[in-house]
């Protein structure tokens, strides 16, 4: 299978550490003349989510999400990759593993948070690292870096 033209996949979800992972993806994309696939994965459990919304209004946030943060990762940028925003229902480690089936390359952040809350959901940029089919580049973020805007 030919990889001259396979897309480049980052993960999104809003957080700053996810921007700067965007922000990379972006640069190297555009670097080695790439086509860019922006994922945000979510999730509607009807029987779990309390608040009163649906699973469209729930892809309709995610698609906002996507195109809210491609638009401030080209600003201002003449040079840009072709983007796809992606809006994809399901669990975000199994979904950023799926979608970059057949890539050059997937790009997630590393999250800064609580210990115990990695050991216990455990860490989607770990997840893609051991079950990715394609090489992976995690972000480092640590709170300052997180919370700059470059």
């Known amino acids: ?20 992972a965007l922000r990379w993806a972006v640069d190297e994309a555009t670097y080695r003349k790439r086509p860019l696939h922006v994922v945000n994965a979510w999730n509607f459990e009807p029987l779990v ?26 600003s201002g940028r003449v040079d840009r990759p072709v983007v796809e925003p992606r809006s994809l229902r399901g669990d975000a480690a199994e979904v950023l593993e799926e979608a970059s089936k057949g ?12 210990r115990l809350r990695q050991i216990v959901l455990g860490s989607t ?5 051991r079950h990715s089919s394609v090489p992976v580049v995690v972000i480092p973020v640590n709170e300052h870096s997180a919370s700059d805007e470059t």
């Open 1 to 20: 299978m030919s990889t001259e033209n396979a897309p480049i996949v980052v993960g999104v979800d809003g957080t700053p550490a996810s921007d700067q």
């Open 49 to 74: 989510d309390w608040d009163e919304t649906s699973a469209q209004k729930r892809l309709r946030e995610s698609e906002a999400l996507v195109a809210g943060a491609v638009e401030k990762a080209l």
């Open 103 to 114: 890539a050059a390359l997937l790009v997630v952040a590393s999250h800064t948070g609580h």
């Open 125 to 129: 940029s770990m997840h893609c690292v």
